[in-house]
């Protein structure tokens, strides 16, 4: 009884390797609450790393754009709610999901990004519609 008593307890004490969670692909990023998930590395496998906004006064935000980078960020509590985009995002533009409308991310001070009505296709004439552009960070009406 000694014996088995002194593995199963022995077994508990051994030290663990500490290795870091893997993830693929790189890049990834999402929010749970307010603790940000992201795959960061320079590869296509990479690191799970984690950062708990609401320590630093932040939440973790979606950003409003499918296509931009990041997907998920900190940012200030205090942003208005909806529409993110981040600082990596500054005058990039985007259509909405209907297709018939400009979005670009502008600056709304105290640290707050958010996309912004730029155009609205229906206004501009006939026909035209909100086409993302090769280079994904432009789109306009055509």
Known sequence: MRV???????????????????????????CEGDVLQECVGDDDKGTSQETDCAASGEVCDLN??????????????????????????????????????????????????????VEDCADLGEGLSCVELEDDNSASCL
Request: proline share 7%.
């Open 64 to 117: 409003a754009s499918t296509s931009a980078t990041p997907a998920a960020a900190c940012r200030p509590a205090d942003c208005e709610e909806g529409w993110a985009c981040f600082p990596e995002n500054l005058g990039h533009r985007m259509c909405s999901l209907s297709g018939d409308q400009v979005f670009v991310c502008v600056d709304e001070g105290s640290g707050c990004f958010g996309w912004e009505l």
């Open 4 to 30: 088995v008593l002194f593995l199963l307890l022995g077994l508990t004490a051994l030290p663990t390797t500490g290795c870091a969670p893997t993830c693929e692909p790189t890049g990834v990023a999402y």
